[in-house]
C-alpha cells in the first residue's frame, strides 16, 4: 500500500484566518515533505521532516508553520496568509535515511488545494 | 547545479497509438535515480516508472518503458497504446543518491489523448 492521505481536500480562507493541514501515512516511511504547486508548473519544497526532525526548510515564510507529532503525521499549519499562497499543497512520503533499491521514492498524497480570499 | 529539461510542453497522440515524451538532465554525479511522475486532472502525483543509474536495463511498468541514455543524459518515457487515461501532465524528476531528499524536477509535459 502506498497511501497517503491528506485533509481537507478543498480550503478557502481570508488572510486573518488560521487553519491547518493534514497528512497521514501508514508505510512506515521516516521522511515526510510539503510541497506547494502552482498551476501547470512542477512541486516547490517547502519543508522535509526527518525521523520527525525538520531537516529542510526552504525559506518558507514564517505565516507556514509545519509539525510533525509522530512518523506517521504531517501537518502544516496556516496563518495570516495571502492571495499568492493560493495553490495546490502536495503532501509526500518516503524511506528516508539511505536510498536503498528503491532511491527513496516519494509517494504523495491527492493534495490540498488552498484559495486565500 | 544539476538541471532537468522537458522541452515539450505538450503532446498529443491519438488513442492506442505510442508516443514518447523527452526529459533530459545535467549532472556531474555518477550516482543518482530518475522517476517519471504523472498527474492528471484530478491533481494526484502518481509515480509512473523510476530508473536506478547504475543499472543499464531500462526500466519498464507495464505500456511504459524508458529509453536511458546515461552518457548522453537522457531519460524518455514511452507510452504504447495510449489510453484516455493517460492524459495528464507528466513530469520528470531527478534525485542524487544519498543527497538530502530532494528532487529536481522538469517542467512538464501536458499529454493529450485523441479518441
Known amino acids: 500500500d502506498t497511501e497517503v492521505t491528506q485533509t481537507p481536500k478543498h480550503l478557502v480562507m481570508g488572510m486573518t484566518n488560521k487553519k491547518s493541514l493534514k497528512c497521514e501515512q501508514h508505510?512506515?516511511?521516516?521522511?515526510m515533505y510539503w510541497y506547494k504547486q502552482k498551476a501547470k508548473k512542477p512541486p516547490e519544497l517547502m519543508f522535509v521532516y526527518s525521523y520527525e526532525k525538520l531537516s529542510i526548510n526552504e525559506s518558507v515564510p514564517s505565516r507556514f508553520s509545519p509539525e510533525c507529532p509522530n512518523s506517521s503525521l504531517l501537518n502544516l499549519h496556516l496563518h495570516a496568509l495571502q492571495p499568492e499562497d493560493s495553490a495546490l499543497y502536495l503532501c509526500?512520503?518516503?524511506?528516508?535515511?539511505?536510498?536503498?533499491?528503491?532511491?527513496?521514492?516519494?509517494?504523495f498524497g491527492p493534495g490540498t488545494r488552498l484559495t486565500v480570499l | 547545479a544539476q538541471t532537468v529539461t522537458q522541452s515539450q510542453p505538450e503532446m498529443s497522440v491519438q488513442e492506442a497509438e505510442t508516443v514518447t515524451l523527452s526529459c533530459t538532465y545535467d549532472t556531474s554525479e555518477s550516482d543518482y535515480y530518475l522517476f517519471w511522475y504523472k498527474q492528471p486532472p484530478s491533481r494526484q502525483m502518481i509515480l509512473v516508472i523510476r530508473?536506478?543509474?547504475?543499472k543499464q536495463q531500462n526500466a519498464t511498468e507495464n505500456r511504459f518503458s524508458v529509453n536511458f541514455q546515461k552518457a548522453a543524459k537522457s531519460f524518455s518515457l514511452k507510452i504504447s497504446d495510449s489510453q484516455l487515461g493517460d492524459a495528464a501532465m507528466y513530469f520528470c524528476?531527478?534525485?542524487?543518491?544519498?543527497?538530502?531528499?530532494?528532487?529536481?524536477w522538469g517542467a512538464g509535459t501536458k499529454l493529450i489523448i485523441k479518441p
Open positions: 508505510m512506515g516511511h521516516r521522511a
Open positions: 509526500a512520503s518516503s524511506q528516508g535515511g539511505t536510498s536503498g533499491v528503491s532511491g527513496d521514492t516519494q509517494y
Open positions: 530508473q536506478e543509474a547504475y
Open positions: 524528476a531527478y534525485r542524487v543518491t544519498d543527497s538530502n531528499y530532494q528532487l529536481i
